[in-house]
């Protein structure tokens, strides 16, 4: 090979592995595009239901529905502790996590009306869906379990015992999921066809993780922690990174076609970018949000993301939970 050749592939080798930096160095465009308010209440996780064009999220003792075509707000279901709202069987029914009852409720997505109950362990939290076995995932937070659905039977399919304090799930289409161990700072992976525990892999660097999204191109899983982000590596387990992302994180979001993952930090009120090219991130963004929103969802076809706040104040109590100013939710859309 000539010199000229060699001088040529390692230039071109540079300009690749510069290529997110250079590419996002005027910014990423993103930034907070609408606000949508709703009713008082707090808030867990938020989802796009996107057979029915809408944003769902947990909200006070009711699940709350985002008209994304009208911004008209309506509200079904009730229950004590809800938690997650995740669309299941194509768009038809919503399955809602009530932590308060330990149990996953099956709700029509049209009428809003119960369709099924199905007891889980304790403290039912976020909830995941896996294509190859067509399972739906509950993590039970209290309970240190996975509780396996069968969404189309309404039948309980199975448990797995994992240990600890349960946050979100990340499902590889293969039949293997990964569970951030919030108070164990680590990833335990499991094969939900055999129902067991492959491997508990620590997140050094990593402080509470809770929000998890997998890069299948890539076979990278993507933790959000308090203050960093870990890049690990889906095979091994390995810890390839760990980014510097501000404090309060509770969800991740990743999307697939631009290659970016979305950490919201609801402690510093911004929202970290991270571009990734050739298996590593690179922090691209930070963009301002508001001091609340701490949980995230992405609209694939639009490439937007959906972030719930409120306003905050004082705690009544020492060491007690702030209180929400009135008339202050509102739900931050933040797009280019």
């Known amino acids: 090979m000539s010199v000229l050749k060699t001088a040529a592939l390692a230039a071109t080798a540079v300009m690749l592995a510069a290529a997110p930096s250079a590419t996002w160095a005027a910014g990423s465009g993103y930034h907070v595009i609408d606000k949508v308010s709703g009713p008082d209440g707090r808030w867990d996780y938020v989802r796009v239901d996107t057979r029915n064009n809408r944003v769902l999220l947990t909200h006070g003792a009711n699940v709350m529905a985002i008209d994304l075509a009208t911004k008209a707000v309506s509200s079904f279901d009730q229950g004590a502790i809800l938690h997650d709202a995740m669309p299941v069987n194509g768009g038809s029914e919503v399955l809602v996590t009530h932590g308060g009852t330990a149990t996953a409720v099956f709700i029509d997505a049209k009428t809003g009306a119960a369709v099924a109950t199905v007891e889980t362990g304790k403290g039912p939290d976020a909830a995941a869906f896996d294509t190859k076995t067509g399972l739906v995932l509950v993590m039970d937070h209290a309970g240190g379990q996975i509780t396996l659905i069968d969404p189309k039977t309404h039948k309980l399919a ?179």
Request: proline share 4%; glycine share 14%; aromatic share 6%.
């Open 158 to 336: 199975g448990t797995i015992d994992v240990g600890g304090d349960l946050e979100a799930a990340a499902t590889d289409g293969t039949g293997k999921a990964y569970v951030n161990v919030e108070n164990k700072n680590e990833i335990v992976a499991v094969d939900l066809i055999g129902k067991k525990v492959l491997g508990h892999w620590a997140l050094a660097g990593c402080d509470g993780p809770t929000g998890l999204a997998y890069d299948a191109a890539d076979k990278l899983l993507i933790a959000a922690c308090d203050g960093t982000t870990a890049v690990v590596d889906a095979k091994s387990g390995k810890v390839l990174q760990t980014l510097a992302t501000g404090k309060g994180a509770d969800g991740i979001a990743f999307d697939a076609k631009q290659k970016l993952a979305f950490v919201p930090a609801g402690e510093a009120g911004t929202m970290s970018i991270i571009a990734f090219s050739g298996r590593k991130g690179t922090i691209v963004d930070t963009v301002p949000t508001q001091v609340g929103a701490r949980t995230i969802a992405l609209d694939e076809r639009t490439g937007r993301v959906y972030l719930p706040t409120a306003t905050f104040g004082p705690s009544p109590t020492a060491g007690g939970r702030p209180t929400l100013k009135p008339g202050s939710f509102q739900v931050l859309v933040v797009g280019k």
